[in-house]
């Protein structure tokens, strides 16, 4: 269905639509102060929410998140006390997380998620008397905080996956809009597309396909016995200027910054690279999203400590494009420089025991 107000597909939430009073007298517990808990934390408590931040005993987050003015408890005292409860740890350690605070779970209040899989899936039930939304802003933490204190807005995800008190969406969008995104657009999703066009997204496009089409075609360059620099400049370190164009612009934007030459050639060569077979095995990644096979494998995995997790990370980080990666990029320390400041940010908010 359209959206009568816009030309969206779905619908797109905007300040106006949003109404703070379904937060009002209410508490909001954050549990986590990683990437995004930091974030939904602080934006919140600026908008003038009560929030209480959940970290265990001997958190390293504990310092940082106290630093910032706010509240710190224990993540079951936390739950205890709120009327919503942000889940905002690792996706990988949301069940254990959950099963300690799910008897702090009164009637009508929400269990709020970042990300779908865990529900999806199946590794946390939570009961019916609870309302079960998603709000899932689509950058990382850092730019959640940055864009909120300049007065902008990070686009976001609503979802609804239970609705006990009838006003699951609305208590959403305000939390959407206590966190600034509801300034840049709040799309409504469902936890099912969230999770399953997250995880293929980032096999078969993001991560995965550009990892695995960046190293075929620098060995396709150094197997013929062109050099490591060459292939390396080629087939890694200019990714970023076209992707950068195509994120400020689209595709068009893109092939009218290239040369004609690159563009005929592009348009004719690169279905010829991404061919039918290559479809066909995007569509088996998918199927095994949308069957839980992948999400099976990966509980599986790390349930027994992750040895093949391990042993693939260790095999792409032997790769001979990062060892020529590393020594090149020497060459861009300025580069460095520029963003050392909010990767440093990230780490000092991400790290933890
Ligand atoms: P993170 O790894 O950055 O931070 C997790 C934090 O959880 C840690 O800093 C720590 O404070 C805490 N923690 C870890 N183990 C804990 C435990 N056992 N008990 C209590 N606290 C514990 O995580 P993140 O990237 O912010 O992800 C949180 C959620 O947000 C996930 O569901 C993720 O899918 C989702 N999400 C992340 C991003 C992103 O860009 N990082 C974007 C959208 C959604
Ligand atoms: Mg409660």
Known sequence: MTDPDNQFTQPVYHESDADRRHLEDKTVAVLGYGSQGHAHAQNLADSGVDVVVGLRENSSSRDAAEA??????????????????????????????????????????????????????GQVEPPERVD??????????????????????????LAVYQNATGEARQEGLAYADAIGCARAGVVETTFR??????????????????????????????????????????????????????????????????????????????????????????????????NGEFAREWIAENQANRPAYRQRRNAEQNHEVEAVGERLRQLFA???????????HEQEVSADD
């Open 132 to 157: 079960v939304t998603m709000v899932a802003p689509k950058s990382p933490g850092h730019l959640v905080r940055r864009n909120y204190e300049a007065g902008q807005g990070t686009p976001a995800l």
């Open 193 to 290: 597309e969230e999770t399953e066009t997250d995880l293929f997204g980032e096999q078969a496009v993001l991560c995965g396909g550009v990892a695995e089409l960046t190293k075929a075609g620098y060995e396709t360059l150094v197997d013929a016995g062109y050099s490591p620099e060459m292939a390396y400049f080629e087939c890694l370190n200019e990714l970023k200027l076209i992707v950068d164009l195509m994120y400020e612009d689209g595709l068009t934007a893109m092939w009218d910054s290239v040369s004609d030459t690159a563009e005929y050639g592009g348009l004719t060569r690169g279905e010829a690279v991404i061919d039918e077979s290559v479809r066909e095995n995007m569509e088996a990644v998918l199927e095994q999203v949308q």
């Open 334 to 344: 300025w580069a460095d420089e520029e963003t050392a400041q909010e990767t440093q």
């Open 68 to 121: 910032d003015g706010l509240r710190v408890e224990t993540p079951v005292d936390a739950a205890s006390d709120a009327d919503v409860v942000s889940v905002l740890v690792p996706d990988t350690v949301q069940p254990e997380v959950f099963e300690a605070i799910e008897p702090e779970l009164e009637a009508g209040d929400t269990l709020q998620l970042a990300h779908g899989f865990n529900v999806h899936y």
